[in-house]
């Protein structure tokens, strides 16, 4: 079981960073749990840094009915056998069973300490060797500049950065394998595209600052109707009149405008989504099931692979192989984001057809 966590410590992670090694450990200790019987943990807590800091946690439980687990050395460049239970935060930059790296500042320069970047741990089980990325790509900063441009200047950023993950997982260091990566990307639906769509038969109005003229709030208002409002966008402002058009059938309508991805459709493959936008729900316990008023509810929250991964996962060798892509909680208040899960059956020797992954899971 592999869980990839962002923003680890929550928003206020300067006091909150306190709490996570006890709930860590709570978690590694509890009944629900006792049947993994290692565990590598790798949290990125040292917020001091700036310079490295992503806020990253990631964790794996190994169950007990699987018998030879081992995970890549990056340093030494080969596979140690996993055992006991063991966590690692303050020493991350110094691990040598992982990759991390924080995306460059001038990737987004309006955001002074982005805490964006991925890590990257590599397994081998039943002969199948794969790459798990924990990956939190850069956010919108304004709805406002994101509604300017279709493709939004937004998502040109996060291409960038996620190409330069892709491009550093599969570079000559080390062997190829297949990759899974997972976790925020942050990715938006076309907002020009969409604005147009829900908005279709509105007349728009421009609020302007009155000492800089620049625009602070745009009021889109049906054309009859006692020219009711529609939509009211500003900087983190994102108010629709029917949140259900989020919800309905899981908001499939939408789905034409989830392009982002379409960029690396020869390099990433995702299962069918059948969930609604992942994000920003409520914040409030009360309210599991609405979207806050912040953003237009996106699917930022996924599990991508590689093509030799999209095998591993849909290789119909087993009868009983049941894969399934869905959200957790959709009912339940789970923070802003709803977490995102893949669970699937790897077939054992899935890995032998491919002669070179089989051979690098030799543990020297």
């Not at 709570?26 to 990125?44: F, G, H, P, T």
């Not at 890549?72 to 996993?82: E, I």
């Not at 953003?295 to 894969?323: F, T």
């Amino acid at each position: 079981m592999a869980l990839h966590c962002q923003e680890f410590g929550g928003k206020n992670y300067e006091a909150s960073m306190s709490h996570v090694d006890k709930f860590v450990k709570e978690l590694l200790s509890s009944d629900a749990m006792k049947e993994y019987n290692r565990a590598r943990v790798y949290l990125d807590e040292d917020y001091k840094s700036q310079e490295h800091f992503t806020a990253l946690g990631s964790f794996y439980f190994l169950h007990e009915s699987l018998k030879n687990i081992h995970q890549f050395d990056f340093k030494a460049k080969k596979y140690k056998k996993v055992t006991g239970k063991e966590i690692y935060s303050d020493t991350l930059e110094s691990t040598p069973m992982l990759e991390k790296e924080k995306f460059p500042q001038d990737y987004f320069p309006e955001c002074k300490w982005s805490r964006k970047g991925f890590i990257r741990t590599r397994w081998c089980i039943a002969d199948c060797a794969f790459d798990l990325v924990n990956i939190h790509l850069f956010h919108d900063a304004s709805n406002l500049v994101a509604w300017e441009t279709s493709p939004s200047v937004y998502s040109g950023i996060r291409h960038k950065a996620l190409g330069y993950v892709l491009d550093r997982i599969i570079d000559q260091r080390f062997e190829k394998v297949a990759y899974f990566v997972f976790g925020d990307f942050n990715f938006r639906l076309d907002s020009k595209s969409v604005v147009e769509t829900l908005c279709m038969k509105a007349t728009m109005q421009t609020v302007r600052a009155a000492d800089t003229n620049e625009v602070v709030k745009l009021i889109f208002r049906e054309s009859d109707n006692d020219r009711k409002v529609m939509l009211q966008l500003e900087k983190k402002l994102f108010d629709y009149f029917n949140q259900e058009v989020f919800r309905d059938n899981n908001g499939t309508a939408l789905l034409e405008f989830d392009k982002e991805l379409s960029v690396f459709k020869d390099r990433l493959y995702e299962l069918d989504i059948s969930f609604p936008p992942s994000y920003p729900y409520s914040e409030d316990s009360r309210q599991g099931e609405q979207y806050m008023n912040t953003r237009c509810p996106a699917w930022c929250d996924r599990i991508l692979m590689s093509p030799s991964a999209k095998e591993l996962v849909l290789r119909s060798e087993s009868e009983e192989k049941v894969v399934t892509y869905d959200h957790i909680g959709p009912n339940v208040c789970m923070g802003d984001h709803k977490p995102v899960f893949l669970a699937f059956r790897i077939t054992p020797g899935a890995g032998k057809p491919h002669a070179h992954v089989h051979k690098c899971c030799v543990v020297q």
